[in-house]
């Protein structure tokens, strides 16, 4: 089995899990930007299917059906016909999130925002794949959070 590395952000206030090779062996990819105080950790397989996972951090709280309604017109400006799922409000890790389901062809994937004290996040990643259901099992906001 291979090793796991943890991918933790202090200033951003979160932790997560990532393999350092997918079970394919596919080697994972991590990529980091900020821009405009929005930080992005982006954490892919090369095939993007196996392993696709992305946080962002926004410098303060969102308006999730603002950012929502934004996410679902570039989706729909960049995939032809793709299949856009309903919002749905409820709770990860006994925070508010809201949340829908994508898919364009092969491409499917989950978009989640969380509410944290500080902070909205976004995750994106594809529910289609064992693997990025154990990555999201490791996401940890507040970095003093074992993993």
């Given amino acids: 089995m291979p090793a796991w590395n943890t991918i933790r952000d202090r200033k951003h206030d979160f932790s997560f899990r990532v393999p350092a090779e997918t079970p394919l062996r596919q080697d994972v990819r991590v990529d980091r930007s900020e821009e405009e105080g929005i930080h992005r950790v982006h954490v892919y397989s090369p095939d993007r299917s196996e392993l696709y996972f992305e946080v962002v951090?926004?410098?303060?709280?969102?308006?999730?059906?603002?950012?929502?309604?934004?996410?679902?017109?570039?989706?729909?400006?960049?995939?032809?016909?793709?299949?856009?799922?309903?919002?749905?409000?409820?709770?990860?890790?006994?925070?508010?999130?809201s949340?829908?389901?994508?898919?364009?062809?092969?491409?499917?994937?989950?978009?989640?925002y969380v509410d944290?004290?500080?902070?909205?996040?976004?995750i994106i990643r594809n529910p289609a794949s064992a693997?990025?259901?154990?990555?999201?099992?490791?996401?940890?906001?507040?970095?003093?959070?074992?993993?």
């Avoid at 059906?65 to 995939?79: P, T």
């Fill in 57 to 97: 951090s926004y410098p303060g709280h969102i308006d999730h059906q603002q950012a929502l309604q934004a996410q679902k017109s570039y989706l729909r400006e960049q995939f032809v016909e793709p299949v856009i799922g309903a919002t749905a409000p409820g709770t990860f890790q006994s925070l508010p999130r």
């Fill in 99 to 112: 949340k829908f389901a994508f898919q364009a062809g092969e491409i499917t994937r989950e978009f989640l």
């Fill in 116 to 122: 944290s004290a500080v902070r909205t996040y976004r």
């Fill in 131 to 147: 693997l990025n259901d154990q990555v999201l099992s490791t996401f940890r906001l507040g970095i003093e959070a074992s993993l």
